[in-house]
C-alpha cells in the first residue's frame, strides 16, 4: 500500500467514524439529543432520551463505524500497524465530527468495534473490567475511563505489539479519556448521573 493509499483510506476511516448516528436518529425522532441528558450523541444518552431500544442501536451502529475500516484491511493482510492506524483515525472521526463542528461522542463505542478486531481476546478482558466497574457503580462514564485506560496496558503485555502499535493505542486511550474530562469533572464533584 504506497502513502497517497494509506492516507486516502484513512481519511476515508476518519468520514466514516465521522457519521453521527446518534444524533441523525435523533432528529428522525423529531430530537436532537445534544440538547437533553447529558448532550452526548452516544449511546447512553440515547438510551435516557430516547429508550434502550434506541440506544442499544446506536451502540451498534457507533462499533461498527471502528470495526469495518478495521476489519477489511484485515481481510486483505495488512498489518497491525495499519490497521490500528485506520482505526484511530475511525475514532478521531466519531470524537471529532464535521458534520457537528468538529465536535462528537466519547469514542468507546467506535473503539469497542476498533478492538474487537485488533485484539478480541483483550477486548474481551476490558469489557470483563468495564462491566465489573459499571455493576458496582452504575456510572457509565468511570467503566468507560478505567477500560480505556487498561486496554493498551493489557495489550501490550498480552500482544507484544510494535512501538508504533502500542503508541497509537495509548493515543486512543488518552482521546477516549480526554473526551470524558466533563464526566471527571462531575465525578470529582459527585454530580455525575448514574445509569439506571
Known amino acids: 500500500m504506497i502513502d497517497s493509499t494509506v492516507i486516502l483510506y484513512n481519511f476515508l476511516a476518519f468520514l466514516f467514524g465521522s457519521i453521527p448516528f446518534g444524533y441523525v436518529i435523533g432528529k428522525l425522532k423529531g430530537v436532537d439529543v445534544r440538547q437533553h441528558g447529558s448532550g452526548n450523541i452516544g449511546a447512553t444518552n440515547v438510551s435516557r432520551v430516547l429508550g434502550k431500544k434506541y440506544g442499544a442501536f446506536v451502540l451498534f451502529l457507533d462499533a461498527l463505524k471502528g470495526f469495518l475500516p478495521v ?27 464535521p458534520f457537528l463542528k468538529f465536535k462528537g461522542g466519547k469514542g468507546v463505542a467506535t473503539g469497542l468495534g476498533v478492538f474487537l478486531v485488533i485484539s478480541p481476546k483483550v477486548t474481551f478482558i476490558v469489557l470483563g473490567i468495564f462491566f465489573s466497574v459499571f455493576f458496582l457503580t452504575r456510572y457509565v ?49 459527585g454530580e455525575e448521573k448514574r445509569f439506571k
Open 71 to 97: 476489519f477489511i484491511l484485515k481481510l486483505l493482510g495488512y498489518p497491525l500497524e495499519y490497521q490500528v492506524l485506520a482505526g484511530f483515525f475511525a475514532i478521531l472521526g466519531h470524537c471529532f465530527s
Open 141 to 189: 462514564s468511570l467503566s468507560s475511563i478505567i477500560a480505556a485506560l487498561s486496554y493498551p496496558i493489557i495489550f501490550r503485555f498480552l500482544e507484544k505489539p510494535s512501538e508504533f502499535t502500542s503508541l497509537l493505542v495509548f493515543l486512543t486511550a488518552f482521546v477516549v479519556v480526554g473526551k470524558h474530562y466533563q464526566n471527571i469533572i462531575r465525578l470529582l464533584k
